[in-house]
């Protein structure tokens, strides 16, 4: 049975970006879950037991999101660092759909596809994870990262897990492009 070893909240509220005050407030919130793996040191074709044990991460680590996010998400990302004892694989075994739909759900829906990212690494090996809207993925103003690092974790055996999500597009934005107010209106994709 996998089992989680600790669960880390990540808060990145942007105040002032290029010497202007940042309104509304730009808040990032990576929620970063170390899991055991399941498959390390040992290859198989099947992968159930990640895949089965993700629905319940997802609900878990939505609801976290939500919570530390206090705003609604605008934007989210998911991400996988694999201890060295696994394979990137399984990394994102943990990110398919069966997790991603719950986070989905956790934040009032989203009809773009969550962007993700996963690597192998050691112990305190950071990684950068991709937002983009949670309704359009071509909205510019949402192109992001959050970059998280947990000191003690990968071990080699474990998968340090990631969601994140923002509140609103990169403070400051003027690269043009489609507006997030052009795409989405109040019952969604318009």
């Known amino acids: 049975m ?6 880390l909240t990540i808060i990145d509220d ?70 060295v ?5 399984h990394g994102h075994a943990f990110l398919t759909s069966a997790m991603a739909d719950r986070v989905r759900e956790a934040v009032g829906g989203g009809a773009a596809w969550i962007s993700s990212t996963g690597k192998r690494g050691a112990a305190g090996a950071s990684i950068d994870v991709p937002l983009a809207h949670k309704d359009a993925l071509k909205v510019r103003s949402h192109y992001d990262t959050i970059t998280v690092c947990v000191p003690d974790a990968p071990e080699p055996n474990e ?7 923002a509140s ?15 795409v989405v209106g109040e019952d969604g994709l318009v």
């Open 14 to 83: 942007g105040l002032l970006e290029a010497g202007k005050d940042v309104d509304p407030l730009y808040r990032k919130v990576a929620i970063a879950a170390v899991v055991e793996n399941p498959y390390a040191g040992k290859f198989s074709e099947d992968l159930s037991e990640i895949l089965d044990f993700s629905v319940g991460l997802g609900d878990r680590m939505g609801a976290l999101l939500v919570d530390a996010m206090d705003v609604p998400v605008q934007s989210y990302g998911k991400a996988s660092l694999v201890g």
């Open 85 to 89: 004892n696994g394979e990137e694989e």
């Open 168 to 182: 609103r597009g990169r403070p400051n934005f003027r690269l043009g492009g489609l507006r997030a107010e052009d």
């Open 2 to 7: 996998t089992s989680i070893r600790k669960i």
């Open 159 to 165: 998968v340090v897990v990631i969601i994140a999500g």
